[in-house]
């Protein structure tokens, strides 16, 4: 069974400023990882896939690249509406799973 | 624009059971897997179940093989949950998710998502 973790639990961070969050899957899992985006109350949002693609409609200060079973999102130049909790989720194999997520906060 | 409009969460007794469903619009629904993913509040997200787009495949997490079963209508362009031998670990908010398909050049992803419906198995 696939195992993501994710790394740090909370990031404080300052608007402007940027943010790199990890995820590190327990074996291989191609570029089959993807980045969500929730907000409080809401339901998650897509934001990357193929690991480094942007859904449509997401800002290019999101990024996202890989190494291996590494992978990271970047997030340039924070803004209000981007402090949330943000998952990674393999799509490689079942079951599928998610990382225990991020929380960006304002530092 | 894809809409996702989640019924039938509550309250049940342990041992209970209850039907969820989510009903969508916004495109062709027969094309897409679709899939239940839930959140225990203030924790991460579990994929749960999911449907392919006729019916044929369905697949499960480990935690609810036996108990769950999910199924779709496609000509109501309706996908459905039936949880049974519910368990107090079973609470959470489920939410029905739209796969991505070829917009995102696999599948197994979640590109939209309904807003989600309360499921509480207390005594």
């Known amino acids: 069974e696939i195992m993501m973790t994710q790394s740090p639990v909370t990031l404080s961070v300052s608007p402007g400023e940027s943010a790199t969050l990890s995820c590190r899957a327990n074996?291989?899992?191609?570029?089959?990882l993807a980045w969500y985006q929730q907000k409080h109350g809401q339901a998650p949002r897509l934001l990357i896939y193929g690991a480094s693609t942007r859904a449509t409609g997401v800002p290019a200060r999101f990024s996202g690249s890989a190494s291996g079973t590494e992978f990271t999102l970047t997030i340039s130049s924070l803004q209000s509406g981007d402090f949330a909790v943000y998952y990674c989720?393999?799509?490689?194999?079942?079951?599928?799973?998610f990382g225990g997520g991020t929380k960006v906060e304002t530092k | 624009d894809v809409q996702l409009v989640q019924s039938g969460g509550g309250l049940v007794q342990p041992g209970g059971s209850l039907r969820l469903s989510c009903a969508a619009s916004?495109?062709?629904?027969?094309?897409?897997?679709m899939h239940w993913v839930r959140q225990v509040p203030g924790k991460g997200l579990e994929w749960v179940s999911l449907i392919s787009w006729d019916g044929s495949k369905t697949e499960y997490a480990d935690s609810v093989k036996g108990r769950f079963t999910v199924s779709r209508d496609n000509s109501r362009n309706s996908v459905h949950l039936q949880m049974n031998s519910l368990r107090t670990e079973d609470s959470a908010l489920y939410f029905c998710?739209?796969?991505?398909?070829?917009?995102?050049?696999?599948?197994?992803?979640?590109?939209?998502w309904g807003p989600g419906t309360v499921v509480t198995v207390s005594s």
């Open positions: 916004g495109f062709i629904f027969d094309d897409y897997t």
């Open positions: 998710a739209k796969d991505c398909g070829g917009a995102c050049l696999s599948v197994w992803l979640f590109d939209s």
């Open positions: 074996q291989s899992i191609n570029s089959d």
């Open positions: 989720q393999q799509y490689n194999a079942w079951p599928l799973a």
